[in-house]
């Protein structure tokens, strides 16, 4: 039993190695809020990380609103309308990001050195993307450059639908692309665009016939040439990291994790966040680096709250343990957002926690 004991503690360092414990950055609540304006609810956002502060999309009293939490873990709202706002992304010390409806883009704004702009558009598109001296302009059918004053379409054939696009801090540009049909059996890409040219590279079985990729997801994230996405082979599901010197699978279902979760993977500057599930069945978050895998959260994990009450992510509903998709930062930082429950009193529940997990720049 002692040596038992001993295996699962020596596990867990391992499992948690080169990450601090997660802290609570804000906490939403009907009651009672931390650090967050009181029935403002930020669960449903996609956190996004720069220069050491967190943005989110959050809700409040109708508005759909940009809460920012500088260095210090001080809040404000960057940003508020009535319409639904974009994740927004941080390139050349610039934040862009867009408000939509129904029908597609209604304003592009940029934030840089505290300075909010609004920029013209003057097309009805479903996403702008900012690529520094250029701007990507996609409908669901469509993809163009804008560049100079003239639109340039990109010269993929066939296209019947355009997914949401990812771009590095560094302008690097991937997008998944269905062409001929809109159905599952449609051929499947990710294409890049990259010094003016835009390149496939991935495909699945129906676009490709020896592709070994039966189907992936329609998220993809970029960064430091490279591109990432869940895939799935005659094996299961797996992370396929994609370069010039071709394909590697990184975490595989089955042995690294039991399964993959559903929502974004994540990269920034050498580190890649994902959700998961592990054999025990517990909603984890890992993250995957230049020194391996690690988990950096687990259900059940403990948080220290302001009110003296130690928080556990855990929830009886399945579904709302962890919360869309993680944010990660330069630095290899986390922030996810989770339920936590009173540690001592598992019947009380404390709220949905943003919280934050840096990595220990020690190790």
């Known amino acids: 039993m002692k040596q038992l004991i001993m295996m699962l503690l020596f596990s867990s360092q391992l499992s948690y190695a080169g990450y601090l414990k997660p802290e609570l950055l804000a906490l939403s609540f009907s009651t009672r809020n931390y650090n967050l304006d009181q029935d403002t609810f930020c669960h449903l956002g996609t956190p996004m990380i720069f220069e050491g502060k967190t943005l989110i999309n959050?809700?409040?009293?109708?508005?759909?609103?940009?809460?920012?939490?500088?260095?210090?873990?001080?809040?404000?709202?960057?940003?508020?309308?009535?319409?639904?706002?974009?994740?927004?992304?941080?390139?050349?010390?610039?934040?862009?990001?867009?408000?939509?409806?129904?029908?597609?883009v209604t304003k592009?704004?940029?934030?840089?050195?505290?300075?909010?702009?609004?920029?013209?558009?003057?097309?009805?598109?479903?996403?702008?993307?900012?690529?520094?001296?250029?701007?990507?302009?996609?409908?669901?059918?469509?993809?163009?450059?804008f560049d100079q004053g003239v639109f340039q379409a990109a010269n993929i054939d066939n296209i019947s639908y355009v997914f949401s696009p990812s771009v590095s801090t560094k302008g690097e540009f991937a997008v998944k692309i269905r062409r001929e049909t809109l159905a599952n059996s449609g051929p499947d890409e990710i294409w890049s665009y990259k010094d003016g040219e835009w390149i496939k590279v991935f495909a699945d079985r129906d676009s490709n016939p020896h592709s070994p990729w039966l189907s992936f997801n329609n998220s993809v994230t970029v960064g430091d040439g490279k591109v990432y996405v869940i895939a799935k082979d005659g094996s299961g599901e797996a992370i396929v990291e994609i370069s010039n010197k071709g394909e590697r699978v990184i975490v595989r279902e089955g042995r690294d994790v039991k399964q993959f979760e559903s929502f974004n993977i994540a990269y920034n500057n050498g580190s890649l966040v994902f959700r998961a599930i592990d054999h025990q069945n517990r909603k984890v978050i890992h993250v995957y680096d230049d020194k391996g895998l690690h988990r950096i959260l687990t259900q059940g994990d403990t948080v220290h709250t302001p009110f003296g009450v130690t928080g556990e992510v855990d929830y009886p509903n399945e579904h709302s343990i962890i919360y869309n998709n993680p944010g990660i930062g330069e630095n290899g930082e986390v922030i996810i957002q989770a339920t936590l429950k009173d540690y001592d009193d598992k019947k009380t529940l404390l709220g949905i926690g943003v919280i934050s997990i840096k990595k220990d720049q020690l190790d």
């Open 108 to 145: 592009v704004y940029q934030w840089k050195d505290k300075e909010l702009t609004e920029l013209p558009i003057d097309t009805h598109v479903t996403a702008v993307t900012y690529l520094g001296s250029k701007w990507i302009y996609q409908s669901k059918e469509s993809i163009r450059v």
């Open 58 to 104: 959050c809700q409040k009293d109708g508005n759909h609103e940009l809460v920012l939490w500088d260095e210090n873990g001080q809040m404000s709202v960057l940003h508020s309308t009535k319409n639904f706002l974009s994740v927004p992304r941080f390139l050349d010390k610039t934040l862009t990001w867009y408000e939509y409806d129904i029908e597609g």
